[in-house]
């Protein structure tokens, strides 16, 4: 079956720091793979997806980027973390072809001080 | 442009009831609809997933319904259990191919035991 691992849970940092948020998928290829945010009281917003290697799709012009090193890794980076920065990130997943079922990780809480 | 509604924003019931979640969208060309539950603090567990061919999808307790028409989607619990206590998101693809989602506000259900 597949599983999707994120981490870290919980992540404090300062302001003007950098940031490095990792997402891996076991038990599929060559997923979709996506980072959204959802800030208190806001809904989920998509801010990045993969549909492979090096391919990277924004959503949202802000402080973060994306990279796809592997298959089935992504991770979510910032040069320098903004207060506007803090907020729950959560990666999903989803096979290949259009419409098909998301699955979700556990989320990062991240805080910037 | 795509809307997402989900009234109520809280509901609370006692235990053993049965409930009905709402999720209204503006935009009816849709290809599916996904419904999922969030734990506080936690990411999102994906519960049915309507095509938009089919008209319902049943997962144990709950039964989802899809009425593309009336741009309208109903999430029914049955005997509700204090367990089943979270936020429900809906959710809907848009853009072309790689299924990003467009979230509800969600509704944040409380079963009282």
């Known amino acids: 079956s597949q599983t999707i691992h994120q981490w870290p849970a919980t992540l404090v940092q300062p302001v003007g720091s950098p940031l490095s948020l990792e997402c891996t998928v076991e038990?599929?290829?060559?997923?979709?793979l996506y980072w959204y945010r959802q800030a208190a009281g806001r809904g989920l917003q998509l801010l990045f997806y993969?549909?492979?290697?090096?391919?990277i799709s924004s959503e949202v012009p802000q402080n973060l980027s994306a990279s796809r090193p592997q298959d089935r890794q992504f991770i979510l980076s910032s040069k320098k973390l903004l207060l506007s920065d803090s907020s729950f990130y959560l990666c999903?997943?989803?096979?290949?072809?259009?419409?098909?079922?998301?699955?979700f990780g556990q989320g990062t809480r991240l805080t910037v001080v | 442009k795509q809307e997402v509604t989900q009234i109520p924003a809280a509901l609370s019931v006692p235990e053993g009831e049965n409930l009905v979640l709402n999720c209204s969208f503006t935009?009816?060309?849709?290809?599916?609809l996904q419904w999922f539950r969030q734990d506080p603090g936690k990411g999102l567990t994906s519960l049915l997933l309507?095509?938009?061919?089919?008209r319902e999808q049943t997962s144990g307790r709950l039964n989802a319904s899809l009425d593309k028409s009336s741009g309208r989607s109903t999430l029914y619990i049955a005997a509700s259990q204090p367990g089943d206590s979270a936020t429900y998101l809906c959710?809907?693809?848009?853009?072309?191919?790689?299924?990003?989602?467009?979230f509800g506000t969600g509704t944040r259900l409380t079963v009282i035991p």
């Open positions: 959710a809907v693809p848009i853009g072309a191919g790689a299924n990003n989602l467009f």
């Open positions: 038990g599929t290829s060559n997923p979709n």
């Open positions: 935009d009816s060309a849709i290809y599916n």
């Open positions: 993969s549909v492979g290697i090096g391919q």
């Open positions: 309507i095509q938009s061919s089919q």
């Open positions: 999903a997943w989803s096979d290949q072809g259009a419409y098909t079922e998301a699955f």
